[in-house]
Antibody, heavy 117, light 106 residues
Framework: EVQLAESGGGLIQPGGSLRLSCAAS????????MSWVRQAPGKGLEWLSI???????YYADSVKGRFTISRDTSKNTLHLQMNSLRADDTAVYYC???????????WGQGTLVTVSS | EIVLTQSPATLSLSPGERATLSCRAS??????LAWYQQKPGQAPRLLIY???NRATAIPTRFSGSGSGTDFTLTISSLEPEDFAVYYC????????FGQGTKVEIK
């Protein structure tokens, strides 16, 4: 059974950094298209980043240069390093997996990031 | 960026009724259109991918159609668990979502 579990969210001051993790089971993160998507409180969904099986990475303009997606194959875990955080980065962050690009077959339960002083 | 516009914003229906949700793209997305269901406090759940393909374990009452810029999600007969928010998402270029349609109990 495919399972994804995010962690690492919390309260952080503007300008700070945070690293989110997504532990995967039931499949190998390096064999799938892995993504991060976020949802601001009461708002819709925004696709942030994708890492392909070949290691190529892609980002939304809103996070390019501030966020970095990576994976740890030894721990079967996906990461999102978030730097220079702003108030409008406040959201629930979900990791997703698919055997197709630009799709999310499976999602974790999400982790809340709150950027506030 | 491809903008997806969903209509209506809210759909008020009774269990057993048919629901028809629309999604219009600002430019062609070929057949790369997916639909997700989201309930409060939960992650999105993939229902339909590439316009009409049902995802794993999705009931047959959910169906998708369309092409190019105009797409439809149909729920043939609403079950109590189907009342939720539905998002369309295109994967032709950088993925984007529509703003959502809330299906509520009338």
């Amino acid at each position: 059974e495919v399972q994804l579990a995010e962690s690492g969210g919390g309260l952080i001051q503007p300008g700070g950094s945070l690293r989110l993790s997504c532990a995967a089971s039931g499949f190998t993160v390096s064999s799938d298209f892995m993504s991060w998507v976020r949802q601001a409180p009461g708002k819709g969904l925004e696709w942030l980043s994708i890492i392909y099986p070949d290691g190529a990475t892609y980002y939304a303009d809103s996070v390019k240069g501030r966020f970095t997606i990576s994976r740890d194959t030894s721990k079967n875990t996906l990461h999102l390093q978030m730097n220079s955080l702003r108030a409008d980065d406040t959201a629930v962050y979900y990791c997703g997996a698919s055997d197709r690009p630009n799709l999310g077959d499976y999602w974790g339960q999400g982790t809340l990031v709150t950027v506030s002083s | 960026e491809i903008v997806l516009t969903q209509s209506p914003a809210t759909l008020s229906l009774s269990p057993g009724e048919r629901a028809t949700l629309s999604c219009r793209a600002s430019q062609s997305v070929s057949s790369y259109l997916a639909w997700y269901q989201q309930k409060p406090g939960q992650a999105p759940r993939l229902l339909i991918y590439e316009t009409f393909n049902r995802a794993t374990a999705i009931p047959t009452r959910f169906s998708g159609s369309g092409s190019g810029t105009d797409f439809t999600l149909t729920i043939s007969s609403l079950e109590p668990e189907d009342f939720a928010v539905y998002y369309c998402q295109q994967g032709f270029h950088w993925p984007t979502f529509g703003q959502g349609t809330k299906v509520e109990i009338k």
